[in-house]
Antibody
Framework: EVQLVQSGAEVKKPGESLKISCKGS????????FGWVRQMPGKGLEWMGI????????RYSPSFQGQVTISADKSISTAFLQWSSLKASDTAMYYC???????????WGQGTLVTVSS | QSVLTQPPSVSGAPGQRVTISCTGS?????????VHWYQQLPGTAPKLLIY???NRPSGVPDRFSGSKSGTSASLAITGLQAEDEADYYC???????????FGGGTKLTVL
């Protein structure tokens, strides 16, 4: 059974750094693109970017380029999303997704709520 | 403002048929890129409903169907049920942005 399990909720202050994770299981981790989707409170879905764990090829949405870093450690089947300096506007639910070759997101993690507040 | 435009809300009575539109442009749907649809029930993670324009993943009822024509796509739900009340999102690839984009989402209310 394919599962994506994300790390727990985080509460941070503006300016702090953060790295959240998502562990994939039940499939070949290096054979699918792995992505991140943001959902701000009461808002819609935003595609942030993807990584191919097989060779670490990474693509970002222009809206998120330079704002976050996506990485993966294939030895532990885990992908990461990190910020070097959080802002209050980063407060959102973040979902990890398995992205198929057609671009659909066939499996989703349960979501990690990130709250940034002074 | 998303590059894929959806109506903010639609509604229908139980048993009725509703459709949700997703309007794009020549850099996404009109360029031939696949359209995918997701259902997000309140308080839960989104779920893939339709992939590659008109294909249902295993377990999705055949009451849900997708279509695509020109620069637009549509999701149709027949035999509306109370449990269908949710937010629905379309998604496609956009060559101008070199990435995938979601529509703004449509809230379906079952009257």
């Amino acid at each position: 059974e394919v599962q994506l399990v994300q790390s727990g909720a985080e509460v941070k202050k503006p300016g702090e750094s953060l790295k959240i994770s998502c562990k994939g299981s039940g499939y070949s981790f290096t054979s699918y693109w792995f992505g991140w989707v943001r959902q701000m409170p009461g808002k819609g879905l935003e595609w942030m970017g993807i990584i191919y764990p097989g060779d670490s090829d990474t693509r970002y949405s222009p809206s998120f380029q330079g704002q976050v870093t996506i990485s993966a450690d294939k030895s532990i089947s885990t992908a990461f999303l990190q910020w070097s300096s959080l802002k209050a506007s980063d407060t959102a639910m973040y979902y990890c997704v398995r992205q198929t070759h057609s671009g659909s997101h066939d499996y989703w993690g349960q979501g990690t709520l990130v709250t940034v507040s002074s | 403002q998303s590059v894929l435009t959806q109506p903010p809300s639609v509604s229908g009575a139980p048993g009725q048929r509703v459709t949700i539109s997703c309007t794009g442009s020549r850099s996404n749907i009109g360029a031939g890129y696949d359209v995918h649809w997701y259902q997000q029930l309140p308080g839960t993670a989104p779920k893939l409903l339709i992939y590659a324009n008109n294909n249902r993943p295993s377990g999705v009822p055949d009451r849900f169907s997708g279509s695509k024509s020109g620069t637009s796509a549509s999701l149709a739900i027949t035999g509306l049920q109370a449990e269908d009340e949710a937010d629905y999102y379309c998604q496609s690839y956009d060559s101008s942005l070199s990435g995938w984009v979601f529509g703004g989402g449509t809230k379906l209310t079952v009257l």
